[in-house]
């Protein structure tokens, strides 16, 4: 509620400092490269971010379902943080930071994390089979007509993305929606309410089945998903699948580990955490590049 009315009165919450001729490179607008920038900008420093998206805000624009945060409110957040000054370019696919610190004082990476990690397991290539976040991607980015969603729509995993997808899915218009979980519910990673608020949303849970094989129906598309439980395998009819069950490293972009102007934070630093923590590292890191760049 507090964001709710600063965006809505449109509050100024910070300030840019006295210039001070240092210049950051941020890899990123993410959570992380965007708390960054913030606290940069703040003490003085000019500070430019570069994103591969179109769009700035990493997760909060893209990747939290629609029902929790839409993307006009993420980017509304964003542009606080443009207007003090911060050089924002889009569409930037940033592959070596060798540029970057030639012409910049320091850098910081905020790159998150990759892509989905696959089932590995036959079928998952399948038409019908998709990865949750670019599922909750184009629904952000999209009218919700122009998403494409199943009559019965499997998701497996059980993470806080799980949730998103599988209670998303439901208000989109699927006859059922079923979270599969090869562990029990005590073991499922999302937090409880969110759990909760899937059940009230009319969403299934199978525990303890592990998936085996995404089953065709003969004409190239999913038709179930076969999966292994106490009693034995078992076919669990669908006709979409959503995998959830977390992300790879980025492999894409290196950086040296032991260059003093080189800064990480956020997910590609953590591995995978809350957005909040991946802004308080990106605050953090503000502190020590301030450092660095006042006392040497």
């Given amino acids: 509620h507090a964001t709710d009315y600063v965006l809505e009165h449109k509050v100024t919450l910070f300030a840019p400092g006295a210039q001070t001729g240092k210049r950051v490179a941020i890899v990123g607008a993410g ?26 805000g990493g997760l909060n624009t893209y990747g939290i379902a629609e029902y929790k945060l ?44 990759g892509s989905t990690k696959r089932l590995g397991i036959p079928g998952d290539d399948l038409p019908g089979v998709t990865d949750a976040l670019t599922f909750i991607a184009h629904l952000k980015t999209h009218p919700y007509r122009d998403t494409a969603v199943g009559r019965q729509v499997v998701v497996i995993g059980a993470g806080n993305t799980a949730i998103d997808a599988v209670t998303q899915a439901k208000r989109l218009g699927a006859a059922t929606t079923t979270i599969v979980y090869r562990r029990g519910e005590a073991d499922m990673p999302c937090y409880h309410y969110e759990y909760e608020l899937a059940k009230r949303d009319g969403c299934g849970f199978r525990f303890n089945a592990a998936p085996q094989r995404v089953v065709g129906n003969g004409s190239g598309t999913v038709a179930a998903l076969e999966v292994t439980t106490a009693q034995g395998n078992e076919m669990i009819p669908c006709d979409m699948v959503i995998v959830a069950i977390g992300q790879g490293d980025r492999t894409e972009l290196q950086w040296p580990k032991d260059d003093p102007r080189v800064f990480v934070g956020g997910d590609c630093a953590n591995g995978g955490a809350e957005i909040v923590n991946a802004a308080a590292e990106g605050v953090a890191a503000a502190k020590k590049i301030h450092e660095r760049l006042t006392n040497g």
């Fill in 70 to 113: 839409k993307s006009d409110v993420a980017l509304a957040e964003v542009q606080d943080i443009l207007d003090l000054g911060v050089e924002l370019k889009l569409g930037i696919t940033v592959s070596s930071i060798d540029d970057l610190l030639a012409r910049y004082d320091a850098v910081f990476i905020g790159v998150g994390l």
């Fill in 31 to 56: 959570p992380a490269g965007l708390a960054c920038a913030r606290d940069l900008r703040r003490k003085g420093h000019a500070v430019t971010v570069f994103e591969a998206q179109s769009q700035p």
